[in-house]
């Protein structure tokens, strides 16, 4: 096989690249990482780990030692740098073998490892630090590529390894990871001398080899025979899957639907916790939802342990039709809660059954995963890349799924197997050492007029603070600038006119589509006009009215049919003005339309409180640096009213309150998050950032 020419796999190395690493095997081992995990098909986000073993000088002795680089715990190769590798001595590794009782005391051994660290500045080791450290090679892959995993949980795995490689490859049973597996995978390679990798049942794929690029290589070629095994096969003795069931919605249809079904989805799944969404209607998952197998494999779950870790055990199915009326939520609602509760009542069987004396407690027992025939996956969890790496991992079981059922039988991880791995204290104490979650994560905020100074200092924070937000404004030049800031799965935008139902319902269904739904609605769109009575025309009326007071109404509406299929409570925030409380001169219309918001904001409070929705209004004053109504006629009808020039602005209306501060953007996006984040009980508010203007105190 030509070392670049692969069908199945992405050859990714690039020699100059690699030739400016030359010498340094550690930077060699992370560029090779790198590469392995930038496809998907090899390993997924977190998934697997890699290691070199090199030469250096003790510290203490000045003597050479071997030392074992190894991708520390919660780490991904795909991302990995100095910083997430742990460093070993290898022979203190091995002699842990000296102090190891046996099966029932795996966990004994994961603190000794702190005894064996070389770099004191490593990263956690993981648990599977002993795999590598009990295989002599330089370099070593540990990695889950799905068609691996579908020969390791094949009904007859060893048969099929041996057919595809020969005397070539060693096979070892499913063994949860820990140091009895490393033992094991010492004892194959001593009774298997002159192999070039392991299978292990159920599990993956271990590779290694002389120098980096050698190990890279191997990998590949060990992943392209298996994968090309699969595909000479797949659909030849029955349909893929035992051929479609079920019809999919066109494209433009499916997208509808599970933007319709989303807030739904998502309020059903965080009767625990409140759950951030994803959905995708890949055409391979469609193949996999709409089959006749789905029925039988669905509920069989996955098999690797990283699958099943970030997707629970099993999917649940929904039992709907795809071209169901979504029109009447609550009808919808009481149709799709049984399945929920099935599935709440199965899982909580499955802990009962499963657990030990020691288990910790049971974790949040909704979905994962949820398959709507005909429209698609969604995904759950507690932010977005989680649920996006969830629908990643589960795409993942899916190709294992079909690739084993083309060459043999599809089997699963027994329960209890899979249990004793999701309630391994080892794992939960991986998930005790996360940090504490901000105070807005697991939000979703929609914000009007993100393109402009106030909007995006409003998004920026509440990012800051951990919500994901989506944009909306008429400029997508604007948008796509303030977007470009965040980092993925933090953002998304959608151009919308707040005079426009059209515009609105897309923005929110591209908030159901990319994040599950809503639950922080902000009206900071804006405009201003100063004009006296005798030149104010209808048309500069009309444009207040409909940006400031009209697309505040629409927002709500649209905005609380979300909310209330969610049934999650919710915050709506209004952008208004000290200009809707203080009559000022040449101001009657903006002045007008801002008292409109705020009186709306009573009104929906009154009206909305005991749904948890809480309606509230920032009130800023002088917001001149940094907002783009300053930009232009506004400023200078300002300036002309008090009779000073534009320049003088900022220092004229930081002189008039009482504080004498200049108002900024940053302020208003604070008094927004002490209402979203920390005012928890507060409906019907007017909160002033205004330095203290007196003649605007509404109390």
């Known amino acids: 096989m030509q070392s670049n020419s692969f069908d199945h796999v992405n050859y990714l190395w690039d020699e100059s690249e690699a030739s400016e690493l030359a010498g340094d095997e550690v930077a060699l081992f992370l560029y090779r990482s790198n590469q392995l995990g930038a496809d998907l098909r090899i390993t997924n986000y977190g998934g697997g780990n890699t290691s070199c073993k090199t030469i250096e000088k003790d510290p203490l002795t000045g003597e050479e030692v071997e030392v074992m680089w190894v991708k520390g715990s919660g780490g991904d190769i795909g991302t990995l740098t100095r910083q997430g590798i742990a460093g070993l001595y290898v022979d203190k590794l091995r002699a842990l073998k000296n102090v190891y009782r046996g099966l029932e005391f795996e966990d004994e051994i994961v603190p000794l490892y702190y005894h064996c660290l070389y770099d004191l500045d490593s990263r956690t080791p993981s648990i599977d630090t002993a795999l590598h450290g009990l295989l002599p090679f330089k370099h070593i892959d540990h990695l889950h590529p799905d068609a691996l995993i579908s020969i390791a949980a094949a009904k007859d795995s060893q048969r099929i390894t041996q057919e595809i490689w020969g005397d070539t490859m060693g096979w070892i049973p499913w063994q949860r990871p820990g140091f009895d597996l490393g033992l094991q995978l010492e004892k194959c390679l001593n009774e298997n001398p002159g192999i070039r990798g392991i299978v292990l049942g159920g599990h993956g794929l271990f590779t290694w080899g002389d120098t980096s690029y050698a190990c890279y290589i191997n990998s590949l070629e060990v992943i392209e025979t298996a994968s090309a095994y699969i595909a000479e096969r797949e659909g030849k003795e029955r349909p893929v899957f035992g051929g479609q069931k079920v019809e999919s919605l066109p494209a433009n249809d499916r997208k509808q639907q599970a933007a319709q079904i989303a807030p739904l989805l998502r309020g059903l799944c965080s009767s625990h916790k409140r759950m951030i969404g994803h959905f995708t209607d890949d055409e391979r998952v469609l193949q996999f939802i709409n089959s006749h197998d789905l029925a039988k494999l669905a509920p069989l779950g996955t098999s690797c342990p990283d699958h099943f870790l970030r997707t629970k055990i099993q999917p649940l199915v929904l039992n709907l039709p795809a071209s169901a009326d979504l029109s009447d939520p609550p009808k919808i609602k009481a149709q799709i809660e049984p399945d929920f509760d099935g599935y709440r009542q199965e899982y909580e069987a499955y802990?009962?059954?499963?657990?030990?004396?020691?288990?910790?407690?049971?974790?949040?027992?909704?979905?994962?995963?949820?398959?709507?025939?005909?429209?698609?996956?969604?995904?759950?969890?507690?932010?977005?890349?989680?649920?996006?790496?969830?629908?990643?991992f589960y795409l993942n079981a899916i190709n294992v799924m079909r690739g084993a059922e083309a060459i043999s039988e599809y089997t699963a991880l027994p329960r209890q197997e899979a249990f004793d791995i999701e309630y391994w204290l080892l794992e939960e104490a991986k998930l005790q050492r996360q940090p504490a979650e901000k105070p807005l994560s697991r939000k979703v905020a929609l914000i009007t007029g993100a393109g402009g100074g106030i909007g995006k200092a409003i998004a920026t924070k509440l990012v800051a603070e951990g919500a994901n937000v989506v944009l909306t404004d008429i400029s997508e030049d604007s948008l796509i600038e303030v977007n470009n800031t965040f980092k993925r799965d933090t953002s998304t935008y959608v151009v919308c006119n707040v005079n426009s139902t059209e515009d609105i319902a897309e923005a929110f269904a591209a908030a159901c589509l990319e994040f599950g739904?809503?639950?922080?609605?902000?009206?900071?769109?804006?405009?201003?006009?100063?004009?006296?009575?005798?030149?104010?025309?209808?048309?500069?009326?009309?444009?207040?009215?409909?940006?400031?007071?009209?697309?505040?109404?629409?927002?709500?509406?649209?905005?609380?049919?979300?909310?209330?299929?969610?049934a999650l409570g919710g915050d709506i925030i209004h952008i208004a003005s000290k200009n809707g409380l203080v009559a000022g001169p040449n101001n009657v219309g903006y002045g007008t339309a801002k008292a409109a918001q705020q009186h709306m904001t009573r009104l929906l409070a009154a009206e909305l409180g005991g749904e948890k929705i809480r309606v509230n209004t920032v009130n800023p004053d002088g917001v001149i640096v940094g907002s783009k109504i300053w930009e232009g006629e506004w400023a200078e009808g300002r300036a002309k009213a008090h009779g000073i020039?534009?320049?003088?602005?900022?220092?004229?209306?930081?002189?008039?309150?009482?504080?004498?501060?200049?108002?900024?953007?940053?302020?208003?996006?604070d008094a927004v998050f002490a209402l979203v984040g920390i005012l928890g009980k507060s409906t019907g508010n007017t909160l002033n950032v205004d330095g203290g203007m007196a003649s605007a105190f509404v109390r």
């Open 351 to 392: 802990y009962d059954t499963c657990k030990h004396d020691n288990s910790p407690a049971m974790r949040d027992p909704n979905p994962v995963v949820i398959l709507y025939p005909g429209v698609g996956m969604f995904t759950f969890a507690k932010n977005k890349q989680t649920a996006r790496v969830a629908a990643e």
């Open 517 to 566: 739904g809503v639950d922080i609605i902000v009206h900071a769109a804006g405009l201003a006009i100063s004009k006296p009575l005798a030149e104010h025309s209808i048309q500069d009326w009309d444009i207040l009215q409909n940006v400031l007071v009209k697309g505040q109404f629409l927002m709500a509406q649209e905005g609380v049919s979300i909310l209330r299929k969610q």
């Open 645 to 669: 020039s534009v320049e003088e602005l900022p220092a004229h209306y930081a002189k008039r309150n009482l504080m004498n501060e200049i108002i900024l953007p940053d302020d208003i996006a």
